[in-house]
């Protein structure tokens, strides 16, 4: 059995060493400083736009088996963080035009890029660990860079608590597999499990969930991601779109670590179905733009551990992929959403309640009939996940009956077109990632995730309604301060760290 995504080598594309993607960035920010002003400006976005180009030519297919591989797993990550991180540089050079410290923001930018695609590359526990760690670093002078800024400041120090604490327990967690399979190359880490050694494996997966946990901005470490808004948009956008995905890239890489060990997937699949609830919750009531989109991330975040302790790997990358090019987009064009009607003010009538969710369940379970007899042996998507999708279409059917009656025909059509393609994207998911198949899903597990989206969808119904009612009033009150989980985590960051101005 192969780890996630290994593609057949071939020499052909030998020249094309893994670790040669990130080097152009890594470079163009080292050196930037040195470059005038005009020239830094286009050579560190350019030097970006080549690791696309490198990234995209490594999906020729070969797979390496030294410090670094090229698989679809890491060459998918390596062109989604240069792209981005070409089409964010570039937007840099814009946005900060007339900033003094300019040159040193495409300095950090360019190495944080760098140390994200040397992370999605390696293929030895060590390389992995210091690219994770180098990236944090870069990001947190990132978040700095306005100094001046007391909120700046202390989300900085937050972040970097929760990324040295991350780091901490990937090492143990490195540690232990070492110390139980004799290696520190993830392929030949992968290739002692297959071989029936399960040395270690229940502890260090439960620690590097707890590390992805961290990392991706989890309930209840949550709390650092949202208190960064006072950092550039740029920096908002790479992170949302791409740092914060090195947690569930994390799970993806090791899958076979943590299918060994069940309860590390549970734990993974109950923690995010909190995140995810609690995200969503958060985000309808939030009055700033970025910090909704940032709560936003969290409840996105949460759904693809949902979908890694479920065992859909295929279906996790596809949505860390969607979901990092909308979000970068969306933090890029956030200025242009200022005086728009949140979701939570949009009144929903109890008649469009009752057609969006009958007609999103008639369509979801036409659709996934429709697909299972097509394909008997293909259709594996995890029966929560159909319900998941019933409920979203549920609601936007809802919302469009609400406020477009006349336009019935089409919304429906619409609808089923959207069930149709995320149908059809589940059944291609397990050919786009090939994985160790996971542990069977306990069925209060399957009950726990249903549940709590089905209460996420009560709940986003009734918000609307929330100043009708005393009770309405001081829950939308304990929401918008994010159920006062990061007070807590700030009081207990005051004390370990007391506030005051950097040196």
């Not at 919750?281 to 700033?288: D, E, G, R, Y």
């Not at 429906?412 to 990632?433: D, E, K, M, Y």
């Amino acid at each position: 059995m192969q780890s996630p995504g290994i593609l057949p080598l071939m020499s052909a594309t030998d020249f094309l060493h893994p670790l040669v993607i990130p080097t152009l960035p890594i470079l163009a920010g080292l050196l930037s400083r040195a470059f005038p002003e005009r020239a830094h400006c286009l050579t560190v976005p350019a030097a970006a736009g080549a690791t696309a180009v490198a990234a995209l030519l490594a999906l020729l297919p070969r797979a390496e088996v030294g410090l670094a591989r090229l698989d679809t797993l890491s060459v998918t990550m390596a062109l989604l963080v240069s792209f981005l991180g070409t089409v964010v540089l570039r937007f840099s050079t814009r946005y900060l035009e007339g900033d003094p410290a300019r040159s040193r923001f495409l300095s950090w930018m360019a190495l944080t890029v760098g140390a994200v695609i040397t992370l999605v590359v390696s293929n030895h526990l060590l390389l992995l660990l210091g690219a994770w760690t180098v990236t944090g670093l870069c990001l947190h002078w990132l978040l700095l860079h306005h100094p001046e800024r007391p909120g700046a400041i202390f989300a900085a120090r937050k972040k970097f608590v929760f990324s040295r604490l991350a780091e901490l327990l990937l090492l143990v967690a490195a540690i232990l597999l070492y110390a139980g399979h004799g290696t520190w190359r993830i392929d030949e880490l992968v290739a002692s499990i297959n071989a029936g050694n399960t040395a270690g494996l229940p502890a260090a997966a439960f620690l590097l969930a707890f590390g992805a946990m961290l990392k991706s901005a989890q309930f209840p470490f949550h709390s650092w991601l949202p208190d960064t808004m006072d950092t550039p948009t740029p920096v908002s956008a790479l992170m949302h779109a791409g740092i914060i995905n090195a947690g569930g890239f994390l799970v993806l890489r090791l899958a076979p670590v943590f299918t060994a060990a069940p309860g590390a997937l549970w734990l993974l699949a109950v923690v995010g179905t909190v995140t995810a609830v609690f995200g969503a919750m958060i985000m309808l009531v939030q009055p700033a733009v970025k910090r909704g989109l940032a709560y936003s991330t969290v409840a996105q975040m949460g759904f693809m551990m949902i979908q890694c302790g479920l065992g859909a790997w295929g279906l996790a990358l596809l949505h860390l992929v969607a979901h990092s090019l909308y979000k970068a987009h969306a933090f890029l064009r956030a200025g242009s959403t200022i005086g728009a009607i949140t979701k939570a003010a949009i009144p929903l009538a109890t008649p469009a309640l009752a057609i969006g969710t009958l007609a999103g369940a008639a369509l979801v379970a036409a659709a996934a009939t429709g697909l299972h007899v097509a394909f008997p042996n293909a259709m594996e998507t995890p029966v929560v996940f159909l319900v998941v999708l019933a409920l979203a279409l549920a609601y936007g059917i809802a919302r469009a009956w609400s406020g477009h009656r006349s336009n019935t025909t089409r919304m429906l059509g619409a609808a089923a077109g959207i069930v149709i393609v995320a149908l059809g994207l589940h059944l291609s998911a397990g050919r786009l990632l090939p994985a160790p198949a996971a542990p069977s899903v306990p069925a209060w597990l399957d009950a726990f995730v249903a549940a709590a989206f089905i209460g996420l969808f009560v709940f986003q119904s009734l918000l609307w309604r929330a100043s009708d009612h005393p009770l309405g009033r001081k829950l939308y009150v304990h929401a918008l301060n994010g159920l006062y989980v990061g007070t807590l985590a700030n009081r207990i960051l005051n004390h370990l760290w007391p506030r005051q101005p950097l040196a």
